[in-house]
DNA sequence: GCAAATAATGCCGTTTTATGCATTTTTTAT
DNA sequence: ATAAAAAATGCATAAAACGGCATTATTTGC
């Protein structure tokens, strides 16, 4: 078999199943891996497949390009981001919540990150499934169209099964008589078994929703760890939280 | 022979084989591989066929299994895919797998269409999310980074205790005798589930995949429903599936 | 028809390419 | 942590490509 033909057929199997295995490859051409290996690496360079070890991957069904919506207060929750980043330490079980600071904590993860994740933010798990060590558990449930994120029975009950080591929240309103609020019945219900099933819990907001208040409580101020914003954690604004007991980086 | 008639003779190989080595044509007409070194070179020059090391290859089968084939198959999952979106009518409740047919078929939704869908592919469920009117159901467990799906027991679990209305699957080999045949065990365990639980199971698949085996059995033909290819339901490469009992679309 | 010019072909030494094998290094899974 | 699998590396070999050159056909001009 010629060198081309060859590879033609390469590109053919991993366009038509997606993948290939190098000895799969080997045995069935009946050429060594070695051989195969050099193919796959030729054509890993002009583009027409993804090399990985053991074998190749098409491209089009790992560049999966969903269009990264814009974020709102960009840089700020991007500096709470990495504040957050910070928190995490390989092998760590984490649960995360939705909404766009979380998606931006997503984002900010570095990449060799070895660590599990648990959501039930669609938005989120396609941003944990772009990192290679980090094993993703998805909460399923009915999936809520505004918040992109499964909320229900099912939901509440696969959470409580769990002892994350960390709970990363983002959250609507945080105010030091009435601890945090928000507005969606149902989201208020997920954050609460979320947080009681934890053993640390960390509250990620921007700045602009301290001292805000929301129709539907959350819980006290007690039950929380931890408090990241974009401003320094010595900053006056945040001194009452310090004193509630509240870590505040 | 004479030079001009070598020449047709050699494009004419080319044609009917698609490839031509070039120790075999010299010893077939008995001049020296020089001779057919140069006769190739001319012809590749005048865009009659394609020179590579040890021979040559017709053009048709370059540019057809190279980068038309992606599109070619592209255009085949979106026949496929509007013949599946078809069967689907408001108010039903659909449960669907992983794989590039499955998204395409996600992406040939009418975009009003009013129905319940239950999947644990990540890139399936983000389409659905797009369609204002679908309701999705999460199917939650660990997520699978080559599949894009949930894996395990409790997705298993969460299947057997629905009944929907179809069943939609991509399938990667089927085979009159031995039926509907993958490579992942895991895959195969969620397939089976998904089948048993289901009303309708159609299955979806490029011909290409037709009358191939891989190692692992799904289920017997006598499971299936439907079949949908991008070919006409009369093409004859059908007729053992629809003697099977299966309806052919 | 014949000689000169041109083209085609085969040969040969050198260079390049393709491939497999052995060994070391890296990655992965248990 | 450790063992197995796969990748990278270097090397050897064989096949193929290349370019020049000699020989043989073929064409062309007269």
Known sequence: MLKRERQEYIVHQVNLHNK???????????????????????????????????????????SSSYPSQKIYAQNN??????????LIKDGMFILTGGGTTIIALARALPINLTATFISGSIPAIVE?????????????????????????????????TLKPDLCFLGINAI???????????????????MIESSQ???????????NTLQPVKVCDLTKIDILITELPGNHPMLQPYIDAGITVI
Chains 1, 2 share one sequence.
């Open 20 to 62: 290939v295995l190098s000895n799969a490859l080997s045995t069935e051409i009946d050429v060594s891996e070695d051989t195969i290996r050099r193919d796959l690496q030729e054509l890993n360079e002009k583009g027409k497949l993804i090399k990985v070890h053991g074998g190749a991957l098409s491209h089009s069904f790992n």
């Open 77 to 86: 929750k991007r500096v709470i981001a990495e504040k957050a980043a910070n």
């Open 128 to 160: 944990y499934m772009h990192h290679p060590n980090i094993e993703v558990i998805v909460i399923g449930d009915k999936l809520s169209k505004n918040s992109k994120i499964t909320l229900g029975a099912d939901a509440l009950a696969r959470i409580k």
């Open 175 to 193: 105010d030091v008589q009435h601890g945090i609020t928000d507005s969606d019945w149902d989201v208020v219900q997920l954050k609460q078994t």
């Open 200 to 210: 640390k819990v960390i509250c990620l907001t921007i700045s602009e929703k301290i």
